[in-house]
């Protein structure tokens, strides 16, 4: 079922015009009603007016999470606080919190777009669908609850924590669709495991998604424990909350943006340029339809790349592959970007070893050299040299194809890496240390 | 016929080897065959020990990568063409030595290699059937 067809399958070409005709009308809001922008676009000697075609999108400012934090907490809402019907702001891990505020209208369009992303996950009005993201400040509850009802299912607002309980509740009340993080729901398994429940007897048949990253393996690993089609949904608060772009069920190969309402481009993070069309950069979102906070090409340091070819569920939205890591991590290697994710993603792929990495850059002469140094992995550990070898030669490659950068490859002992309680230290950067 | 050997992941750092000895000898295990091979950043460490079970557990309790391969004791007659004529006969039934090591002490006056080959069972198939001895594991660990 498709929610919005007119939308989610309109021609290219159709699409484009009306993401003009909206970035246009954003561009004269947003100059008229937010003194951020009016002085930015000064800065730049732009005026609405020069937004002349889709092209043109590049001429246009960044807006940075540090912006919003700088205007906190309402410094760039677009219209006045009689019209702001809600406010949501996401927690502040890595500094202050950033505050967002939306319109009726808002509200409505972002439980049109949560019910489409149920229907691109296969869910129907017959559904039940078992809310474990949070309810409150976070966008996450709120944004699903809604948007089951808008497409008519049944939601059930369980919200987080009390695990055992929600596996009484996901049971009892027979969910079919579950919504929490995929962390999360590894752990409902485990716990359903020990009160002697066995989530593959019941009628749950598909888990959308979000809120942290997650990789390929992951999904399997949920599929098979939890017997269920596993989607992947994304959204930022910043941008909306989740249903900015929804996985589909036929496909399960990246996740269609609701191109309509948000105008998606990647860029370089170091230069802020467009990349070649399919390559990997950071994801930026002009939010063409929000009355309450509209965001000019807001830079959401997620690494994706987009796919425009058609999908076989019969929509033309763009599809961006998951999330692969944060921009902020990138290091440049020769003139090639590489992100410790996308390296990450390759040994987590390769059997025989753990997922224990360091990377070494280091110069020899004018050239970066790039060292992996992975832990091997007990349990299917080779005594042979060349099978060893045969690893290594096969990581390289994978690291060349995918990446494009030649990499030594350095085989390590269980544990050799030093593991810390928070973030793991994954690079150490040497190239400017001997000049 | 067939023997556990410990197989152990070493990096090229200093004292590696050394702690292996030192763990396995404050275990009380002997090593009664030994052989390194190695790159130039990593190596396997192959050993035949008196108690395999022991040994395994302070190695791995130590953090190390520690695998279990199965590998055959041949006897081979100590003169000269004896393991020539072995390996002929190995190759005739393509049969391929992935690598292979002399046993520390002889068994009487013939010498003990250790192989590893890609097919064991055809192997210890073929080498009783040409009436060559072979060393079962519990005898190995005493001589
Ligand atoms: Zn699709």
Redesign the interface.
């Known amino acids: 079922m498709i929610f919005d067809i007119d939308k989610e399958t309109m021609p290219r070409e159709e699409l484009e015009k009306l993401q003009l005709k909206r970035l246009k009308q954003l561009c004269e809001k947003v100059y008229a009603n937010v003194p951020f922008y009016t002085k930015k676009f000064k800065e730049l000697g732009i005026e609405p007016k020069d937004i002349k075609s889709l092209s043109d999108l590049s001429k246009l400012p960044f807006t940075e999470k540090q912006d919003l934090r700088n205007h906190y907490p309402f410094g760039l809402f677009a219209v006045s606080r009689e019209n702001i019907v809600r406010i949501h702001s996401s927690s502040g891990t890595t500094g202050k919190a950033t505050v967002v505020g939306y319109t009726k209208r808002d509200i409505k369009n972002w439980a049109d777009m949560m019910a489409r992303s149920f229907a691109i996950a296969g869910a129907t009005p017959a559904d039940s669908i078992h809310n474990a993201y949070g309810y409150g400040l976070f966008t996450g509850g709120l944004g699903v609850h809604y948007g089951a009802e808008a497409l008519g299912a049944t939601i059930i607002p369980m919200s987080g924590g009390a695990t055992r309980r929600q596996i009484m509740v996901i049971k009892d009340f027979g969910a079919t669709v579950l919504c929490c993080t995929p962390s999360y729901a590894l752990y409902l398994y485990e716990t359903g495991k020990e009160m002697g429940i066995d989530f593959r007897e019941l009628p749950l048949k598909t888990g959308i998604f979000g809120a942290e990253p997650w990789t390929e393996s992951m999904r399997r690993e949920i599929e098979d424990k939890l017997n269920i089609k596993a989607l992947d949904i994304y959204g930022l608060s910043e941008i909306m909350g989740p249903g900015v772009a929804m996985e589909c069920a036929e496909a399960q190969d990246g996740l269609h943006i609701m191109e309509d309402h948000f105008l998606p481009e990647i860029i370089n993070p170091e230069t802020g340029d467009p990349v070649e069309p399919g390559e990997v950069g950071e994801l930026v979102i002009t939010t063409l339809t929000k009355e309450g906070i509209p965001l000019i090409r807001y830079r959401t340091r997620d690494l994706t790349k987009l796919n425009y070819t058609p999908c076989r569920c019969g929509r033309t939205l763009a599809r961006m592959q998951r999330v692969t890591g944060r921009s902020d991590d990138m290091l440049i290697i020769r003139g090639v970007n590489v992100f410790p994710s996308q390296i990450e993603s390759i040994l987590v792929e390769t059997e025989g070893l753990s997922p224990h990495y360091l990377l070494e850059i280091h110069r020899d002469g004018n050239l970066d050299i790039l060292t992996v140094k992975v832990e091997v992995a007990g349990n299917t550990f080779s005594d042979e040299i060349k099978n060893l070898q045969t690893l290594e030669r096969k990581i390289q490659r994978n690291i060349k194809e995918f990446l494009g950068v030649t990499a030594r490859i350095k085989l390590v002992e269980p544990k050799s890496i030093e593991r810390s309680a928070g973030k793991a230290k994954r690079i150490i950067d040497l190239r400017n240390e001997n000049q | 016929m067939k023997c556990d050997?410990l197989?152990i992941?070493?990096?090229n750092r200093a004292g590696?080897l050394a702690e292996v000895t030192r763990l396995l000898s404050e275990a009380k295990v002997n090593i009664r065959a030994l052989s390194l091979?190695?790159?130039s950043?990593?190596g396997?460490l192959?050993l035949i020990v008196s108690d395999f079970e022991t040994a395994q557990k302070v190695l791995?309790d130590a953090?190390?990568?520690?695998?279990k391969?199965t590998v055959v004791a041949v006897v081979v007659d100590d003169q000269p063409g004896g393991l020539h004529t072995l390996l002929d006969m190995l190759r005739d039934a393509s049969i391929n030595v992935?690598?292979m090591y002399a046993f520390v002490q002889q068994s009487g006056n013939n010498a003990v290699i250790i192989f590893?080959f890609d097919r064991t069972e055809q192997a210890i198939e073929l080498l009783s059937g040409k009436n060559i001895k072979m060393i079962p594991s519990e005898e190995l660990c005493k001589l």
Do not use: M, N, P
């Open positions: 050997q197989s992941f070493l990096e590696r091979a190695d790159t950043d990593f396997i192959r791995k953090g190390f990568t520690v695998g391969t992935e690598y590893r």
